[in-house]
């Protein structure tokens, strides 16, 4: 079964810092790869997506993302972090186009004036 | 375009009382619909996955006669919490996959539901 690693629980950044939020993904195949943001109390948003092509995927909110296939590896960048960006931001992945969603831990981003 | 809308958002009840939580796509047809359950400053567990017209599958150590999920519709899937326990208080969402973005596996949240049993 595929299982999703997301190293950092908690991270902080200063405002109009860069980021980045490790994923590490196990599956023998290329999977289907996404990044989602919580807000305390709300249900999920798609931040970006993967599944084929090019492996620098851009997202809203000036997010992207990279696949790496070597490195089983599917990191969530920002180059300059807003307030507006503290979150719970869960990574995922799913075997193919049907198949249901397995979810990292979550790592949760706080933002520091 | 591809809302998932949950209702309620927050319900209290009290211990030994049925609760139904209902997840609605309201511009797309969802295909499948998958139930998650989250444990405060944790991550989603799948707890059943349902197709219209049929039988939901359930995650194993998920109770199905406990967790009643019914799918009766391409737009609407019910989850009834039978007889709830102060354990079964958590945050629930629900999931749609769209046929339209049914090649990208993609899925679309609902805001959740907040369930506290007293």
């Known amino acids: 079964a595929q299982s999703v690693t997301q190293p950092d629980i908690h991270i902080t950044v200063s405002e109009g810092a860069s980021l980045e939020l490790r994923c590490n993904y196990s599956y023998g195949a290329t999977p289907y790869l996404f990044w989602y943001v919580q807000s305390p109390g709300q249900g999920l948003q798609l931040l970006l997506k993967y599944f084929s092509g090019d492996t620098l995927v851009q997202g809203i909110k000036g997010f992207e993302a990279e696949f790496k296939r070597s490195q089983s590896s599917f990191n969530l960048r920002k180059p300059s972090v807003h307030w507006s960006d503290a979150a719970e931001y869960f990574c995922a992945v799913g075997l193919n186009a049907g198949n249901m969603l397995t979810f990292g831990g979550g790592t949760r981003l706080m933002v520091k004036p | 375009g591809a809302v998932v809308s949950q209702h309620p958002s927050r319900v209290i009840c009290k211990s030994g009382t049925s609760v139904k939580i209902e997840c609605r796509s309201l511009d797309f047809q969802a295909t499948t619909m998958f139930w998650y359950r989250q444990f405060p400053k944790q991550s989603l567990m799948l707890m059943a996955t349902?197709?219209?017209?049929?039988?939901?599958?359930?995650e194993q150590g998920v109770e199905k006669d406990k967790f009643l999920i019914n799918h009766a519709s391409l737009t609407l899937s019910t989850l009834t919490v039978t007889s709830a326990h102060p354990e079964d208080s958590s945050f629930y969402i629900c999931?749609?996959?769209?046929?339209?973005?049914?090649?990208?596996?993609?899925?679309?949240f609902g805001e959740g539901s907040r369930l506290t049993v007293l």
């Open positions: 999931s749609a996959r769209s046929r339209v973005f049914a090649n990208t596996g993609e899925l679309f």
């Open positions: 349902s197709n219209e017209g049929s039988k939901a599958t359930y």
